[in-house]
């Protein structure tokens, strides 16, 4: 009986329910400003701060053991304005509730804008074949028609009976430059963090979703290293106009497909909805184990004052005064003990002079 301030299973529960809801909340900010975690991790320690005041504080103007009159309002502040306050706290909450409920289809439409970023390889791929293919038959057709034009022959790099060696270094060094150990590391790489990306695509993995402008940035990073490999030409490749070389980017719509799919993730993790009934179900259980300490936490029983009303029975006027009595007596103690301290020190300080001193001094210490 009357702890000051209990400390109980209900605790454990309403701790947990706080663990919930704070990473919920940093995942629902995080959605609606589109990846900014700065934001998501400042707004989870204000709402923590907020709930921790409100429901820990209510718990704590139950337990005083002093100034019940003035304590009970704080208390009543805390539970009535606490749903109120909790409503206004649970706007990330059901902002994720509204994210999460589209979860298949969102995360259908990540894995497609990822594997788009793969087809971009398999372009590159398809793209290389085609200028070493064009770049060994215009290497031909010059070789086939040396009679016919033995300047172009010659301009083209060959010399008589070596045609065939020239020609084939000649599409090996393309090949080499198109397709490097570079973009083999580039495409091995990428491979394996679109495969573990598409795996583990998940509403709830905000690191992964709710990081689409890193994703897309890296993408466009791709893109750029594999625009910088085609653009490695050799100085014959176009010999007069026979051969046109396109660029990359011209050839591969595969990062136009990457934006757009990123894009489209954008507004579906920032556009506000009404919650569905799960997030709401979810929030009462939420706000009930948070209040749990509060109800576990017993009243001290000199307290008259109740979360509504009086004790039945008690007078206002009684209980207000309770306070100011209790003060009073302690503070008449305090003087009382104080008078026998100076009482004692005199009486040790002052000679005895006989019994007949002794005796009324005993006689008035004993009145």
């Not at 400390?7 to 454990?12: A, L, V």
């Not at 704590?60 to 909790?86: C, D, L, N, Q, Y």
């Not at 934006?259 to 009930?288: E, Q, W």
Request: with cysteine; proline share 2%.
């Amino acid at each position: 009986m009357n702890e000051q301030l209990k400390f109980s299973w209900g605790h454990i529960i309403a701790f947990l329910a706080l663990i919930i809801l704070s990473y919920i909340t940093f995942v629902g900010v995080t959605y609606k400003t589109d990846g900014d975690f700065t934001k998501a991790a400042v707004a989870m320690v204000a709402i923590d701060v907020v709930l921790f005041v409100f429901f820990l504080g209510a718990q704590m103007m139950k337990a005083t053991t002093r100034k019940f009159a003035k304590r009970i309002w704080v208390e009543r502040v805390f539970v009535f304005g606490s749903p109120v306050v909790f409503l206004l706290c649970l706007i990330p909450y059901f902002h994720f509730g509204t994210v999460q409920s589209q979860d298949e289809e969102i995360v259908k439409h990540f894995t497609d804008a990822i594997s788009a970023s793969k087809q971009m390889f398999a372009d590159y791929d398809s793209y290389s074949m085609e200028r070493i293919s064009n770049y060994d038959h215009m290497l031909g057709r010059v070789i086939t028609n040396k009679s016919i034009h033995p300047d172009e022959f010659a301009s083209c790099g060959f010399s008589n009976g070596k045609e065939e060696i020239q020609r084939g270094n000649m599409v090996k060094a393309l090949r080499l430059q198109l397709i490097s150990e570079n973009y083999d590391s580039l495409k091995t790489e990428a491979t394996k963090w679109i495969e573990s990306s598409s795996n583990g695509a998940s509403t709830w993995n905000v690191f992964l979703l709710g990081n689409t402008k890193e994703i897309k940035t890296a993408i466009h990073d791709w893109n750029v290293q594999l625009r910088e490999f085609a653009n490695h030409k050799m100085n014959n490749e176009e010999f007069n106009g026979y051969n046109e070389v396109k660029p990359f980017e011209e050839v591969s719509g595969s990062l136009n497909s990457v934006d757009r799919g990123l894009d489209g993730l954008t507004t579906k993790f920032t556009k506000s909805a009404f919650p569905p009934l799960g997030s709401i179900l979810g929030a009462v259980v939420l706000y009930f184990a948070l209040l749990f300490p509060y109800f576990l936490q017993d009243r001290h029983t000199k307290s008259q004052f109740r979360l509504l009303g009086m004790e039945k029975g008690a007078s206002r006027t009684s209980s207000m005064t309770l306070d100011t009595t209790r003060s009073a007596m302690k503070s008449n103690k305090q003087k009382q003990e104080i008078k026998i301290e100076s009482y004692e020190e005199e009486k040790s300080s002052t000679p005895r002079s006989s019994s007949m001193d002794e005796d009324d001094d005993y006689a008035s210490f004993t009145m």
